[in-house]
């Protein structure tokens, strides 16, 4: 079977080329357009910051619960005492002091980063330390 479209597809291709006289006027779009993909591509891929997220600490048995890893900053920790003792959660550097009542529960944002080692001043044996990174 003789090849056929090839010598249709030259000429078509001369035709083209002899109406048009400038034949490549695309060729300096095609870099734009490309550098342009690759942008929009590199924006997609850039890592965004992490979403605020809310973590649990819950108090029974006259402790503290685990202390969950991977805090950030404008992370949320929920503290949920279970016990039927008032409790608190104090940070011995002061940077927050919070009292719970039994069966209540009360929220803090971290707002800063560092390790936060944590006690309750009714029973100084609680103790908890908060990892929060930036």
């Not at 279970?82 to 039994?102: C, G, Q, R, Y």
């Not at 936060?116 to 990892?131: I, K, T």
Request: with cysteine.
């Amino acid at each position: 079977m003789p090849n056929t479209w090839r010598p249709a597809i030259t000429r078509r291709l001369q035709r083209e080329s002899a109406a048009d006289p400038t034949p490549f006027r695309e060729s300096a779009a095609i870099p734009r357009r490309l550098l342009l993909a690759l942008a929009g591509a590199a924006f997609v891929a850039a890592p965004a910051s992490a979403a605020p997220k809310v973590s649990t600490i819950t108090l029974q048995q006259m402790a503290f619960g685990p202390v969950p890893a991977g805090l950030r900053v404008g992370d949320t920790i929920e503290w949920v005492n279970n016990d039927i003792f008032v409790h608190s959660a104090t940070a011995k550097d002061k940077s927050f002091d919070l009292e719970l009542k039994p069966k209540t529960h009360v929220r803090l944002t971290l707002k800063k980063a560092g390790a936060f080692a944590f006690y309750c001043r009714y029973h100084p044996g609680m103790m908890g330390r908060l990892v929060v990174a930036k």
